[in-house]
């Protein structure tokens, strides 16, 4: 019998998935995170390596069965160091079965458009595009958040912040946000925000990035200062999508990954006005790792 699974590595946990050759879901499961940026390469190893083994044991997989793997990974990039670094993980992990490596965009495009040419958007802590046509990718935004990942959850918080420091210096017109913010943060003093940002969520990226939540619920109250946030964050994820259709001679297909997208209507109306007829948004038709698993089979399944 032969078997594909499929691994997506993120940075919160790494997603398992097994069809048979009959395409028939065997198992899924989630183990703990295995990026190289966030845990030891041992301890990377032994996670994947504990997956395999639970796909084998749960369905008595023996040496005569064919298991095929494709392992979507976190930081699989550019970064020379860091891609050799996820190979030679990958190589001591998956010992006697074929396997393929894809950062986790690709396989993310591949479920959320089930294995079809078009165009990702990835808007979580950060943000970034991914085109796949004709077997080719590119790639627009990922810069990081000193440098670009406009449109996304760290982006959205930040002008949350200004917006907030604005509104206190009488710049812009005071709405709710004001009020808002420093009763979620529990501050009293207009300035203590400044302590609040460096002492409690001590500057860090994920933690500012959290803050995003509150531009949802401020838009739900018809904030007019929310609203014009998800607007701006629409312009800039536009212009990935745009900078990446010329790449598509006829239409696009479209699609979406990320927290950000939890804001539902307030970032995709917006981001609809802005495409023209040739460009087609749809909702992501599977998840992450089951992209894995079609890339897995699709790589494997004429040898």
Same mark, same amino acid.
């Given at each position: 019998?032969?078997?594909?699974?499929?691994?997506?590595?993120?940075?919160?946990?790494?997603?398992?998935?097994?069809?048979?050759?009959?395409? !028939?879901?065997?198992?899924?499961?989630?183990?703990?995170?295995?990026?190289?940026?966030?845990?030891? !390469?041992? !301890?990377?190893?032994?996670?994947?390596?504990?997956?395999? $083994?639970?796909?084998?044991?749960?369905?008595?997989?023996?040496?005569?069965? $064919?298991? @095929?793997?494709?392992?979507?990974?976190?930081?699989?990039?550019?970064?020379?160091? &860091?891609?050799?670094?996820?190979?030679? &993980?990958?190589?001591?992990?998956?010992?006697?079965?074929?396997?393929?490596?894809?950062?986790?965009?690709?396989?993310?495009?591949?479920?959320?458009?089930?294995?079809?040419?078009?165009? +990702?958007?990835?808007?979580?802590?950060?943000?970034?595009?991914?085109?796949?046509?004709?077997? $080719?990718?590119?790639?627009?935004?990922?810069?990081?958040?000193?440098?670009?990942? $406009?449109?996304?959850?760290?982006?959205?918080?930040?002008? +949350?912040?200004? !917006?907030?420091?604005?509104?206190?210096?009488?710049?812009?017109?005071?709405?709710?946000?004001?009020?808002?913010?420093?009763?979620?943060?529990?501050?009293?003093?207009?300035?203590?925000?400044?302590?609040? &940002?460096?002492?409690?969520?001590?500057?860090?990226?994920?933690?500012?990035?959290?803050?995003?939540?509150? #531009?949802?619920?401020?838009?739900?109250?018809?904030?007019?200062? #929310?609203?014009?946030?998800?607007?701006?964050?629409?312009?800039?994820? @536009?212009?990935?999508?745009?900078?990446?259709?010329?790449?598509?001679?006829?239409?696009?297909?479209?699609?979406?990954?990320?927290?950000?997208?939890?804001?539902?209507?307030?970032?995709?109306?917006?981001?609809?006005? +802005?495409?023209?007829?040739?460009?087609?948004?749809?909702?992501?038709?599977?998840?992450?790792?089951?992209?894995?698993? +079609?890339?897995?089979?699709?790589?494997?399944?004429?040898?």
């Amino acid at each position: 019998m032969r078997y594909y699974v499929g691994i997506d590595g993120g940075g919160t946990k790494t997603a398992f998935i097994c069809y048979s050759e009959k395409n !028939e879901k065997v198992c899924e499961f989630t183990l703990s995170s295995c990026h190289v940026l966030q845990v030891e !390469e041992n !301890e990377a190893i032994q996670i994947l390596v504990s997956g395999i $083994e639970k796909i084998c044991m749960q369905n008595n997989i023996d040496i005569d069965d $064919e298991v @095929y793997i494709c392992a979507g990974l976190a930081g699989y990039g550019k970064n020379k160091e &860091i891609r050799e670094k996820i190979e030679r &993980i990958c190589a001591k992990s998956f010992q006697g079965h074929a396997y393929i490596i894809k950062n986790d965009a690709e396989i993310a495009l591949e479920g959320a458009l089930n294995g079809k040419d078009g165009i +990702l958007l990835i808007a979580g802590t950060g943000s970034i595009a991914l085109a796949k046509h004709n077997d $080719e990718y590119d790639r627009c935004g990922g810069w990081g958040f000193q440098i670009g990942d $406009e449109g996304s959850a760290y982006w959205i918080a930040k002008r +949350l912040l200004q !917006e907030y420091s604005m509104q206190c210096d009488g710049r812009k017109p005071q709405t709710a946000l004001m009020s808002y913010l420093k009763e979620k943060c529990e501050i009293d003093d207009d300035y203590d925000m400044i302590a609040f &940002i460096s002492n409690v969520l001590e500057n860090k990226r994920d933690k500012i990035a959290n803050l995003a939540i509150y #531009a949802y619920e401020l838009a739900k109250e018809n904030d007019a200062a #929310a609203i014009v946030i998800y607007e701006e964050a629409a312009e800039h994820l @536009y212009q990935m999508i745009h900078a990446l259709e010329s790449d598509f001679p006829e239409n696009v297909l479209v699609s979406y990954a990320g927290g950000v997208w939890k804001a539902g209507h307030y970032i995709l109306d917006p981001l609809n006005k +802005l495409c023209d007829e040739k460009i087609k948004i749809i909702a992501p038709l599977h998840n992450p790792v089951y992209g894995a698993y +079609l890339l897995a089979r699709d790589a494997f399944k004429e040898k």
